[in-house]
C-alpha cells in the first residue's frame, strides 16, 4: 500500500471513521460507560491506544521502551476518569495521531529504515518505520471500531463532526 493510503487512514478517510472525531466530543460520563458484556470502556480503550502509539512512536524515535510483563499495563483507567483526566486523554491521542502523520510523512527513505524490536516475540516481524505505522494503524482501526460500536449502544453516534450512520 501506498504513503498516501497511510496517511487517509490516519485521518479516517476511506474505510475507516476519522479517530480523532470519534473520540473528541465523547464526554467523561461516556467515555466510563461499561456493558455488562464488555471488559472495557472508551476511557480505557482510547488508554490503551494511547499507551502502544507512545510505545511504539518511542521505538521509532530510537529509544528502547520496556515492554509490558502483563497485558493490564497497557489498560490504565480501570476505574474511570474525571473530565479533566479524559481531556487531558483526548489530547494525547490527537498529539500521537499528529506524530504518526507526521512521521508518515517524512521521506521515503526514513520509512525504510529499520526499529529495533524490544521484545524477542516482535525480532521475526518486519520493523521498518513504515511496518510499524501500518502496525500502528491497524492496532488504532480495530480500537476505533470498538469505541464506535460503545458509541452506538449508549445512543452517542454519530460524532459532533459527521459520520456514517449505517
Not at 50 to 59: K, P, Q
Request: aromatic fraction near 8%; charged fraction near 20%; hydrophobic fraction near 35%.
Amino acid at each position: 500500500m501506498s504513503d498516501r493510503c497511510l496517511l487517509e487512514l490516519f485521518h479516517g478517510r476511506g474505510a475507516h471513521v476519522d479517530p480523532i472525531a470519534c473520540v473528541e466530543d465523547v464526554s467523561a460520563r461516556v467515555a466510563n460507560w461499561r456493558g455488562d458484556a464488555y471488559p472495557h470502556s472508551i476511557a480505557q480503550i482510547v488508554s490503551h491506544v494511547n499507551y502502544w502509539m507512545n510505545y511504539d512512536l518511542r521505538r521509532i524515535d530510537g529509544e528502547h521502551p520496556l515492554y509490558p510483563a502483563h497485558a493490564i499495563e497497557s489498560w490504565p483507567h480501570q476505574g474511570g476518569v474525571t473530565q479533566n483526566e479524559w481531556q487531558n486523554e483526548i489530547q494525547q491521542f490527537v498529539q500521537l495521531i499528529d506524530r504518526c502523520i507526521a512521521v508518515a510523512s517524512s521521506e521515503k527513505k526514513n520509512l525504510q529504515r529499520q526499529v529495533p524490536a524490544t521484545h524477542p516475540s516482535h525480532e521475526s516481524n518486519s520493523s521498518s518505520v513504515e511496518a510499524v505505522l501500518w502496525q500502528i494503524l491497524a492496532h488504532n482501526s480495530y480500537h476505533i471500531g470498538q469505541v464506535a460500536l460503545i458509541r452506538r449502544c449508549v445512543g452517542a453516534w454519530p460524532p459532533q463532526r459527521g459520520s456514517d450512520t449505517w
